[in-house]
DNA sequence: CCGGTGAATATTGCATGCAACATAGGGTCA
DNA sequence: TGACCCTATGTTGCATGCAATATTCACCGG
């Protein structure tokens, strides 16, 4: 076992458990930390170099998040994110979504527009250029967090914004399709289409089929190409 | 102030944390906690007979289910919900009440259908009673708990939990509308009938209008009765 | 009578100690 | 060689100590 650590020291200015938090939740998010991964509270504090509370606290958030979970008496340990897990997530996060989409079509106005329009010419860019697989997934979220912002509705927010933690966190296992961003960024496009035409309706079902696509796609990746066996910790690179 | 508990002792089994919790949330459901009221870690720890460690876990745990908010320097405080935020919830609740009832529909079996119909006409009986308002709100709660249990998503389940414990709070201090137990337990029959007849749709929609027509009741409610006045947990009204 | 100032108070957040406990691994015995 | 036991290690979860810090309340001056 390599002295490697997944996670970085603590710079240790104020609120350390949140900062462990936004650290471990990064790692993990990035594949840093991969599923299967224990997460060792006395290993961590060390790694990060603070004390056990704070990394106590952020591992039982990650936890409750559904992040990581806890494997009595040996840890918690990274989640692991099986098929039908995600299936069972898109079929709520595209109803959330579709609201989200409904809500901010009522609420856009000239700015919000621009905003997202940026994001979506930058995904353009980046889909062009065959950027690496992490940037597109970047682009991806902050679409749909946009779009929650816009819909401006806290506990929408807040419930979405758990489910796509482990969306993503899924990505990373199953997502091994070359022209997923191209469609992504296709149905992103017609999801804008509906908002500013100011259709509510068209919103909330461009936004709740492009979930649903999301996870048929994910389906269909994972059915034809089975992964490659990989052991929690190991080394495997990304393809 | 008085030096009446508002939460008990712990048994001292294990995972006190756990117990806390509970014990916590319980208090603060059952209204005896009060939006408002402080929530000391100290304090309640020596309420409870055991150390701040579990209880100050206890409280951010209440904290992120958006049931307390914590303000700087002052401690936790049992969360305070405006109509606003009611409104907002139960938007977002409309529709996760409509998947679980979809979902719910395309599972049911006969034991389900027999539970189900067990917690209706318990529902109908304390209505005819007229019992106390904190038993219809325990059988509302069961009611749509149920049905997420039959649509048998943990992650669509972990996110109305949270929602709904919320909504739970609210209904504390807005509702105050006599005939809302009648007008609910006849909704909840339309939910059901739309289920037992096995189309999705007509449960979708069932399970959206009831919550939907619960927002708008509550907000009638509020509008037409402003309140009785009573303040945190000592004087103060809400303004 | 009212406003301002200072000290006492109570809080949080982090560090650390410690007992209980399950697991893993090595060594021993049949 | 194989199964079993027994110890060593690592973990959790709770208790407690302690510094930093904002609040509150009483008291004093105007």
Redesign the interface.
């Known amino acids: 076992m390599p002295t490697e650590r997944a996670v970085n020291p603590i710079a240790g200015g104020s609120l350390l458990a949140e900062q462990a938090y936004e650290e471990l939740k990064g790692a993990v998010l990035t594949n840093r930390l991969r599923p299967g991964d224990a997460l060792s509270v006395p290993a961590l504090a060390a790694q990060m170099g603070i004390s056990r509370s704070p990394v106590r606290?952020a591992v039982?958030?990650l936890i409750?998040d559904?992040l990581a979970t806890h494997v009595p008496h040996r840890g918690a340990v990274v989640a692991t994110v099986d098929v039908e897990d995600v299936r069972?997530?898109y079929?709520?996060r595209a109803?959330?979504e579709?609201?989200a989409a409904r809500?901010a079509t009522e609420r856009l106005d000239a700015t919000k527009v621009a905003e997202l329009r940026e994001l979506l010419e930058e995904h353009e860019r980046v889909v062009a250029a065959g950027e690496d697989e992490q940037r597109h997934i970047e682009m991806d979220v902050a679409y749909h967090r946009l779009i929650r912002e816009v819909a401006d509705?806290?506990?929408?927010t807040?419930?979405l914004d758990?489910?796509q933690g482990?969306a993503h966190l899924a990505l990373h296992s199953l997502w091994r399709s070359p022209d997923a961003p191209r469609l992504a960024l296709e149905e992103h496009r017609r999801i804008f289409e509906a908002m500013t035409s100011g259709d509510t309706d068209a919103a909330d079902r461009a936004a709740r089929e492009h979930i649903d696509r999301l996870r048929i796609r994910l389906a269909q990746t994972v059915a034809s190409g089975p992964e490659p066996g990989e052991g929690p910790s190991s080394v495997r690179a990304v393809p």
């Open positions: 606290e039982q958030r409750h559904g069972q997530l079929v709520v109803v959330m579709g609201l809500l509705n806290p506990h929408l807040a419930a758990t489910i482990k």
